[in-house]
């Protein structure tokens, strides 16, 4: 039902078409634009972290906007009244993010693709790279936007995951080489996902000799697993026991003082 409700949804079907038209116009500007000495052109660089990105957006700041909403307007109150409910609901939550996700990537992908020469896509290794690493990225985000839903309690709230997001962008390296920042930044940034996410992307769909502008002049492939594995082992055992707390705390006396909360904020 819930997948149901996103792909007919005004709101959301423009939430998902506005940024796929942004994609475009981007990639349409970016295809002009070409590096002295550089293997491929600017667009063709930017396509992996791009995709990386708008996983990341959709994935954890789509399932945690929408659990926020869902506790200020009583969904997930209401899913409680049924056996199994919640369950369901988080469940169906999360499914339609993932398709909606995966469909959006597909395109991005594909006009990528349509637009460049420069992408190294033509060969099965590179398709199964690409799978896998997509797969291993969305659970991983998937799973953390989940943990990250559950603990934030208020649609106002979502600005506090704003500004963390967009600093981890700023320093994963996924539209610039990490060897351009300093050591101490290019620490951090190996220990979050989306670096090892955008640097799995590039190895799929970047020529080999790309790499020799990464860290250790390599894909590091077997890093790439590691880390995405690992988040999103951690990321989903802590998942299901932050959603069932978030579940059990909710009644009609935290949503009303949520509702008042809100209205004070803005002036009603």
Same mark, same amino acid.
């Given at each position: ?5 996103? $792909? !007919?949804?005004?709101?959301?079907? $423009? ?6 038209? /942004? ?18 052109? +600017? ?15 959709s =994935?954890v ?21 049924i ?5 369901? #609901?988080?469940?169906?939550e999360? !499914?339609?993010?993932? $398709?909606? !996700?995966?469909?959006?990537?597909? &395109? ?12 190294? %896509?033509?060969?099965?290794?590179? @398709?199964? /790279?690409?799978?896998?690493?997509m797969? +291993?990225?969305? &659970? ?17 709230n979502?600005?506090? &995951?704003?500004?963390?997001?967009? =600093? ?7 539209? #610039?080489?990490?060897? =351009?920042?300093?050591v ?10 989306? #670096? @090892? %996410?955008? +640097?799995?992307?590039? =190895? ?5 000799s790309m ?31 932050l $959603? ?21 904020? @803005?002036?009603?």
């Open positions: 039902m819930s997948t149901k409700i996103q $792909l !007919t949804s005004l709101a959301d079907v $423009l939430g998902t078409v506005i940024p796929l038209l /942004l994609f475009v116009v981007i990639l349409l500007f970016l295809n002009r634009l070409d590096l002295d000495g550089a293997v491929v052109s +600017l667009g063709s660089m930017s396509i992996p972290g791009l995709l990386a990105m708008s996983v990341m957006f =994935a700041m789509g399932i945690a906007g929408v659990l926020s909403i869902d506790r200020t307007n009583g969904t997930l109150l209401r899913s409680k009244s056996p199994g409910g919640t369950t369901g #609901y988080l469940v169906g999360i !499914t339609a993010i993932a $398709l909606i !996700t995966v469909i959006s990537t597909l &395109v991005r992908l594909a006009t990528g693709l349509s637009l460049f020469d420069g992408l190294v %896509f033509s060969t099965p290794g590179r @398709w199964v /790279l690409f799978t896998i690493v797969f +291993l990225g969305l &659970v991983a985000m998937l799973a953390i936007g989940a943990v990250v839903g559950a603990l934030v309690n208020s649609p106002k979502m600005g506090l &995951v704003m500004l963390p997001v967009m =600093a981890l962008i700023s320093v994963s390296g996924i539209f #610039y080489p990490l060897i =351009a920042l300093p101490w930044l290019q620490t951090i940034a190996q220990a979050f996902p989306l #670096y @090892w %996410f955008g +640097l799995g992307l590039r =190895a799929s769909l970047l020529p080999d790499a020799s502008v990464e860290v250790a002049e390599s894909w590091r492939l077997e890093g790439v697993f590691i880390g995405l594995v690992t988040w999103a082992i951690v990321a989903m055992v802590l998942a299901p026991k $959603l069932s707390r978030m579940a059990r705390r909710e009644s009609g006396s935290t949503l009303a003082a949520r509702r008042r909360d809100i209205q004070q904020d @803005w002036g009603v």
